[in-house]
């Protein structure tokens, strides 16, 4: 059984910093790709950020030059370090993996639960 759980979230103030971390554990498998996505209230789910298994990093307008990914392949875990956080970044926060289970099978999407950040001005 594989689970995906996210970490980190909370209320920070505007300007301020939080780290989101998520981790994949459960049966045997390769990570493929990694990413956050976030949902505001009354708003469609929206890509942040994702990292691919060799590393390659994209973001989403909004965030870019203020949010980092990054992965540690050995622990299964993305990090997602907000800096600068504005109200608008207000959401519910998912970590997206692209897991394998087979050499050469396609990568099967898995979510976690979400996490939620507030952002106050």
């Known amino acids: 059984q594989v689970q995906v759980v996210e970490s980190g979230g909370g209320l920070v103030q505007a300007g301020g910093s939080l780290r989101l971390s998520c981790a994949a554990s459960?049966?045997?498998?390769?990570?493929?790709?990694m990413g956050w996505f976030r949902q505001a209230p009354g708003k469609q789910r929206e890509s942040v950020a994702s990292?691919?298994?060799?590393?390659?990093?994209s973001y989403s307008d909004s965030v870019k030059g203020r949010f980092t990914i990054s992965r540690d392949n050995a622990k299964n875990t993305v990090y997602l370090q907000m800096n600068s956080l504005k109200s608008e970044d207000t959401a519910v926060y998912y970590c997206?993996?692209?897991?394998?289970?087979?050499?050469?099978?396609?990568?099967?999407?898995?979510w976690g639960q979400g996490t939620q950040v507030t952002v106050s001005s």
């Open positions: 997206n993996v692209g897991l394998q289970f087979s050499r050469g099978s396609a990568a099967l999407p898995y």
């Open positions: 459960g049966s045997s498998f390769s990570i493929n790709y």
């Open positions: 990292i691919s298994s060799g590393g390659v990093t």
